[in-house]
Each structure stands twice: as structure tokens, then as C-alpha cells.
């Protein structure tokens, strides 16, 4: 089992950065494969990208290439989500994501993944 703790929101002009951390427990890190979700008011929980856990390949949402990058340090049992030229449609509360088994794709859809985090809300301004 792995607990999963997100950091890094804010309050951030349109056009402007934030990186996202999302730090896990235990000494198995390495053996997740990782996503990051959001989930506006009113709207379903979206995927918005994954990596997974030894090949580092990792899988994007068509509404955020190109601006986001997710990373992860296994050594420091953290995945990060760096957001750049970000827009007020990205305002969401983030949500870190975990599973444990080997799939050969980054898996988009939420029930994939068996372990959340308590979210973190980013807020995008015009």
C-alpha cells in the first residue's frame, strides 16, 4: 500500500508556472505507476498525464501537451507535475494517482488506479 501526499498549488496568472510534487510512502515507489487527475466544479475527474514506473514512458491528456511534463524521482519517492503556460480552464483540484500493475500504456481512465491523494487546488487567473 502507498499513501500519497500532493504539494505545490496556488493562485497563478494565466501564462504563468507551477510545479505540482507529489511525495509517496514506502520503500516501493519505484514499482507504481504514477497519474495525475483534476477535477473542476461541476465537471468529472480527467485524466491529465501518467508515467510509468521503471521505462519512465509516460502519456499526456491532448488538452495539456506540450505544456505539462510529469517526471518522477524514485529516490525521493516523488512525482512531479511541472505546468507551464498555464490557462483558467487548468483551475482544478489536482489529484495524485497510483497503481501497481505493470500496464504497457499509461492508463487515462480513474479507475485504473487503486491509490489517491487528498488533492491540491490550482487556480488559474484571466
Known amino acids: 500500500q502507498v499513501q500519497l501526499v500532493e504539494s505545490g498549488g496556488g493562485l497563478v496568472q494565466a501564462g504563468g508556472s507551477l510545479r505540482l510534487s507529489c511525495a509517496a510512502s514506502?520503500?516501493?515507489?519505484?514499482?507504481?505507476?504514477m497519474g495525475w487527475f483534476r477535477q473542476a466544479p461541476g465537471k468529472e475527474r480527467e485524466f491529465v498525464a501518467g508515467i510509468r514506473r521503471r521505462s519512465f514512458n509516460t502519456g499526456y491528456a491532448d488538452s495539456v501537451k506540450g505544456r505539462f511534463t510529469i517526471s518522477r524521482d524514485n529516490a525521493k519517492n516523488t512525482v512531479y507535475l511541472q505546468m507551464n503556460s498555464l490557462k483558467p480552464e487548468d483551475t482544478a483540484v489536482y489529484y495524485c494517482?497510483?497503481?501497481?500493475?505493470?500496464?504497457?500504456?499509461?492508463?487515462?481512465?480513474?479507475?485504473?488506479?487503486?491509490?489517491w491523494g487528498q488533492g491540491t487546488q490550482v487556480t488559474v487567473s484571466s
Open positions: 514506502g520503500r516501493t515507489f519505484s514499482s507504481y505507476l
Open positions: 494517482a497510483a497503481t501497481p500493475r505493470d500496464l504497457y500504456v499509461v492508463p487515462s481512465r480513474s479507475g485504473e488506479y487503486e491509490y
